[in-house]
């Protein structure tokens, strides 16, 4: 495959780079509902629809719920779908998320992480992305707004890939990068076709059909649900390896490399490790760069897919380390650790006998600074030289 | 890990061919009582048919008849027709019942 084309660049919004990383994808069903911090990726698509540049059925529901259901029911029906929300949108489509994943929709979603019901915070944060991490989607968290727009291209590659039929959401920091305009490179669309092409090529998915009396989903009775439940695990442990050979594939056609499952900084000498995700990895980036001059060897492991949780190439990453650091922008009821740290600490027999200091940062828009990450690197350090540490830090409750 | 298990879904995704066999819930085990039709009285309006919860009305080009297969016996049938053709008869008054 040759080279595409310079794309052009804009300065413009999260939100909006959602909005043309999916009508470059040439979606054919679009229901989407307006949320905070979400709801001008909703416009735009809704504009690109209005004025001819999208030719797609754009359904104007009434809630979040009737979103995921024609999303999930025009995949079914083999469509190309796409949808958007945040935070009480993700919840209050709680169950069709769940059908989507059962039905095997290839629907790729955009969710701006927002923190969710109980405390009213319109205010960003992973929590939504995080409850639902049990829904059997796809979660791809990004970093920058660049990588929204290719995260939504790789997005459709990896849920209509035959061998994986699953959906896919792509999480951004609501607020911080859906507001947050920097400059990012379009492509051309034509290149996105020649990207998306090779799924064309494929045997084509089970579709239903008027007048063909066929059933999804609703006959998984006994052996037929185990069967149906174990294929999907499967598919998502396939998901793993295929965001890696996407990942190549998307870096040699737009030049633009994001490491599939994980992306190591500075690991390879590293004593230490932070492990971080989303538009905070930036910043942790910034500090292990200073205190790598400073002599210190800290590397980050930034976290890219939460679903399938990217168990062995973070035991390749963190295997040996002397201590481990993991900041979480949510919280796991009922764990004291937090939601990646918890899951990180499964892999403790694989890892090795290090210890693993979990912090809490970064909840409802409060930022995650360079002076919090500047400590974190401090204690993590400490510990890794046998000195006593708190397993748990909510980093704002002490300072 | 060895898989024992025989594939009964053709398709990666749960997909089965209605046609061949109905992998799902065996409804009509729930029911008390069953739609019995009194044809003099149905006018093949259809409405019976529309309203029935799990679809199980069959077209018998000049009347409907439920697929005792599937219903349940909730009686909506027998409540939205105008005509007032069904009768919601116990199960225990049937043989097979």
Partial sequence: MAKAQKGQTRVITGNAVGAYGAMLCRPEVVAAYPITPQSELAEQLAQFVSN????????????????????LAASVAGARAFTATSSYGLVFMYDALQEASGFRTPVVMVNANRETPGIHAVSSGQQDMISARDTGWVQIIVENDQEILDQIIIAFRLAEDYNIQLPVMVNYDGFYLSYLAEAVEIPNIEDVDAFLAPLKKQPGRQKLVPGVSIGCGTHGMEMGYVE???KHCQALERAKNKVDEIDKAFGDYFGRYYHGQIEEYRTDDADIIIVA???????VRTVIDTKREAGIKVGLVKLRLFRPFPAERLIKALKGKKAIGVIDRSLCFGWKYGPICMELRALSPEIGPTPILSYIDGLANLDITVP???RVIDEVGAAAQGKPYQEVTWIPMEE | MVIKHKNIFKTESAWSNADEV??????????????VLDKEKCNYCGLCALYCPPQCMKDMG?????DLAYCKGCGICATECPRKAFAMVPEGEFVDG
């Fill in chain 1, 228 to 230: 149906a439940r174990y």
């Fill in chain 2, 22 to 35: 109905l992998l799902c819930l065996d409804t009509g085990s729930w029911r008390t009582e069953r739609p």
């Fill in chain 2, 62 to 66: 000049d009347h409907y008849e439920a």
């Fill in chain 1, 52 to 71: 001819g540049v999208l030719d797609a059925e754009y359904v104007e529901v009434e809630g979040e719920n009737s979103a995921m259901n024609v999303a």
């Fill in chain 1, 277 to 283: 995700s989303g538009s905070a990895t930036g910043t």
């Fill in chain 1, 372 to 374: 919090h990450i500047g």
